[in-house]
């Protein structure tokens, strides 16, 4: 029953969204983080 609610809703609030501005950046941005985490794995695996 939660999911048929949020789904409603979902489907209600999706007519509102807008595109973000520089969601052309979002790859750039999500590659940057997936670097971020690696130094990070790196830095926890070297440690462990």
């Known amino acids: 029953m939660l999911q048929r609610w949020l789904a ?6 999706e ?3 807008n595109r ?3 969601y052309k950046d979002i ?12 130094d990070l794995t790196e830095i926890f695996e070297e440690a462990a």
Do not use: H, P, R, W
């Not at 790859?27 to 690696?38: G, H, S």
């Open 20 to 22: 973000l501005t520089g």
């Open 15 to 17: 007519k509102q969204f």
């Open 27 to 38: 790859d750039q941005v999500i590659k940057n983080i997936n670097l971020e985490f690696a």
């Open 8 to 13: 409603s809703a979902l489907l209600y609030c």
